[in-house]
C-alpha cells in the first residue's frame, strides 16, 4: 500500500524496504540482521518491479490481486534464508579447519560474551603464550573483536 501511495519523488521502494525489514523483526524474523533481503531483491530486480506493478494496477479495484507480489515476496525470504544457511556451512567449514584450542575459545566467547586470557587459561589449561597466539590469529581472522589492551584486554565474537 505504502508503494502505491508512493508519497516521496525518490527513495518509495528503499524505504519499503525498510519498513518490511522493520516489521519482520517485530515479529521475530531472526534472519533479517544475518542476510540481506535487500541483496536478494536487488538480485532480482525485473522480478520485484514486475510482481510489484501487477499488483499495484490491483490496489484501488474491487479484486484486487496480491499473489504476485506475495508470491514474489516469500521466495526472496526463502532465498534470504538459504544464502544464511550457505553462509553458516560456510563458516561451520572453516571452523572445522580450525586448532582445537581455536574451537574452544570460541565456544567460550559464545557462550560467555566477553572472555579474557586468563579465563581461557583457567577453562582449557593452556598455556597463556599459546592462547593469546590463538587470540591474535582469531582476530586477525575476524573471528574475535579484542577490548581494550595489556591485562585487562577482552574478546567478543564478531
Do not use: C
Not at 505504502?2 to 519499503?16: E, M, Q, T, V
Not at 582445537?100 to 582449557?124: F, H, M
Amino acid at each position: 500500500m505504502f508503494l502505491a501511495i508512493h508519497p516521496f519523488k525518490d527513495g518509495n521502494g528503499r524505504l519499503s524496504r525498510v519498513l518490511t525489514t522493520l516489521l519482520l523483526l517485530r515479529v521475530g524474523y531472526g534472519y533479517v540482521p544475518y542476510s540481506s533481503m535487500e541483496g536478494v531483491i536487488e538480485a532480482n530486480k525485473d522480478g520485484y518491479y514486475l510482481a510489484l506493478r501487477r499488483t499495484q494496477q490491483t490496489i484501488r479495484k474491487e479484486a484486487q490481486n496480491w499473489e504476485p507480489w506475495l508470491v514474489f515476496f516469500l521466495k526472496t525470504m526463502v532465498k534470504q534464508k538459504d544464502n544464511l544457511a550457505a553462509k553458516v556451512k560456510e563458516e561451520q567449514s572453516l571452523r572445522a579447519t580450525l586448532p582445537a584450542l581455536s574451537r574452544q575459545i570460541l565456544d567460550l566467547a559464545k557462550t560467555r560474551g566477553e572472555i579474557t586470557v586468563k579465563e581461557i587459561e583457567d577453562t582449557t589449561g593452556a598455556n597463556r603464550n599459546t592462547i593469546k597466539a590463538h587470540l591474535k590469529k582469531l582476530a586477525a581472522q575476524h573471528y574475535l573483536a579484542q577490548i581494550g589492551k595489556g591485562r585487562g584486554a577482552r574478546y567478543t565474537l564478531k
